[in-house]
């Protein structure tokens, strides 16, 4: 199937990106679990890799160690995924903005989180209502060398991993309670980012800004990003931290780290100064730090149809997190989806969406009608959009529920795959 792909970047670049590259990530290098037995994330990294996604298979070549997780080096990921797209006999590139909604042809909109302006607006004239928005904060990422390994150690949260490398793929920088009531201390008095006129603080809470969270109560960091469990102080093993923070490499050199959970909306001086209250980073030089921009998003249950379809121009299809889905496999996931829709359709033939017992399918049938359009907000794939499976029994229930979900779900994929 012959496709145009239309790119406005490098000309007219966003907040967040720093390249023409498709593929770019700008808020983390991280996938999450690549666990496809009992994690959600997980089996949708499954279902992507059965069905040939290219993501999936850049995200191989380029992984990164990170525990149980699958991260990659951010940079030749993007390049690598930039390089298939160009070279494919059948993509070619358009360089510009497109400001308005096609009239005619077979179009699927992928804009991500921050569609340009001109094309937001014309989204909204269309549906007869304003895009939702709620506001991205992105981490900071620190040098390597300016932590200080004679406080911060190396080791994955409960040691997962297969290999050396993935057990040891974190740097934990701990905190007595002194220092940890300190860093709120700081941190809630530390100057923000002030929002434009008309612009409201409508947080997703799986990215919310570590002030906003410490507003919430002086303990729910310590429950949150910077939980203690499940670490031992390589250097004073008989000391418990009160609080850990984790830095996740971010490179495949190891030259960078990100520090983990700490999206924030402080001024860059706030920053510094606030960051360099965690011990091991008391001298670090940071590579960038955290900001924050503007997400827009469809109302989906209330504009597309289960085959991703505008309802008002069914021509043209929305993927990714624009849709309302959150994340970057949940943002390709649907684009996956959008792109064999939009095939089978110009083929003459229709193509149903996913069961609702895989991944892609609870994620399809949550934005396209499963959630609540009044309340509706970005969301991350979880087993709480599956059908339910009844297991009891505490703990060892749990785990077993959950295979219970991932075994179904790939059977039923594989099914509808076929």
Known sequence: MPVVLHEMRPGTGTFAHRTGLFAEMVCSNSFRSDDDERNAVGLLHWEMRTAGSLVMAMA???????????????????????????????????????????????????TGPLTSGALAQAIAAETGAEALAFFDAIAPIVYAETVDLSVAWAQSRYDKGET????????????DRDQYEAFIDALLAAEKTEFREGETAGYFDGCLPIEVMAERGRETLRHGPMKPVGLTNA??????????????????????????????????????????????????????????????????????????????????????QITGVEGYVESAAMG????????????????????????????????????EAKTFQPMNVNFGLFPPIDARGGRRGRKDRYKAYTDRAKQAFAAWLG
């Open 164 to 175: 050396e490398a993935e057990r040891k793929a974190y740097l934990n920088c701990p905190m």
């Open 235 to 320: 250097h004073r093993p008989e000391a418990k931290p009160h609080a850990v923070v984790q830095l996740r490499r971010d490179n495949a050199l190891g030259t960078l780290y990100n520090i983990v959970g700490f999206q924030t909306k402080m001024k860059y001086g706030a920053q510094a100064e606030v960051f360099r209250l965690i011990p091991g980073l008391e001298n670090a030089s940071f590579a960038r730090l955290g900001g924050i921009h503007r997400n827009t998003f469809l109302n989906a249950p209330t504009l597309l149809d289960n085959r991703m379809r505008l309802k008002s121009r069914p021509h043209i299809r929305f993927a990714g």
């Open 60 to 110: 191989a070549r380029h992984r990164l160690p990170a525990g149980g997780a699958l991260a990659v080096d951010r940079d030749p990921f993007a390049e690598a995924v930039t390089r298939q797209l160009r070279s494919h006999p059948l993509i070619s590139v358009a360089e510009g903005e497109i400001s308005t909604l096609p009239e005619t042809g077979h179009w699927i909109v992928a």
């Open 336 to 371: 996956l989806l959008a792109g064999r829709m939009a095939a089978a359709d110009i083929l003459g033939r229709d193509l149903a969406p996913p069961p609702q017992d895989t991944a892609m399918g609870a994620l399809i049938h949550h934005i396209t009608g499963g959630a």
